[in-house]
């Protein structure tokens, strides 16, 4: 059982690390990350959200959505190691 795990584990890592062949190069100026998206919210994020800091428009206004969820996960992760890790009296 432990070498179909290695197996499996093995097959998955190679599929991961197989995908990352199609990816452009770190810092890459001509990525469409760079290329597309970064532009669009340096010109915009001024008109469209009135926040003067591209960085807090980005995390607070256009994805606002996807900082809640986690937000949400580090809340409830925080809750559960403080609920697993309390200390109980006994009276």
Same mark, same amino acid.
């Given at each position: 059982?432990?070498?179909? *795990?290695? @197996?499996?584990? !093995? &097959?998955?890592?190679? @599929?991961? @690390?197989?995908?990352? =062949?199609?990816?452009?190069?770190?810092?890459?100026?001509?990525?469409? !990350?760079? =290329?597309? =998206?970064?532009?669009?919210? &340096?010109?915009?994020?001024?008109?469209?959200? !009135? %926040?003067? *800091?591209? $960085? %807090?428009?980005?995390? /607070?206004?256009?994805?606002?959505?996807? %900082?809640?969820?986690?937000? %949400?996960? &580090?809340?409830? /992760?925080?809750? #559960? #190691? &403080?609920?697993?890790?309390?200390? $109980?009296?006994?009276?």
């Amino acid at each position: 059982m432990r070498f179909l *795990n290695f @197996i499996l584990v !093995a &097959i998955a890592g190679g @599929i991961l @690390i197989y995908s990352t =062949v199609d990816m452009p190069p770190w810092a890459d100026p001509s990525s469409p !990350a760079s =290329v597309h =998206v970064s532009p669009r919210y &340096i010109e915009k994020t001024l008109e469209e959200t !009135a %926040t003067p *800091n591209v $960085v %807090t428009s980005v995390l /607070a206004d256009y994805r606002g959505y996807d %900082t809640l969820g986690e937000t %949400t996960v &580090i809340f409830t /992760a925080g809750m #559960c #190691c &403080i609920l697993l890790l309390r200390r $109980v009296s006994k009276r």
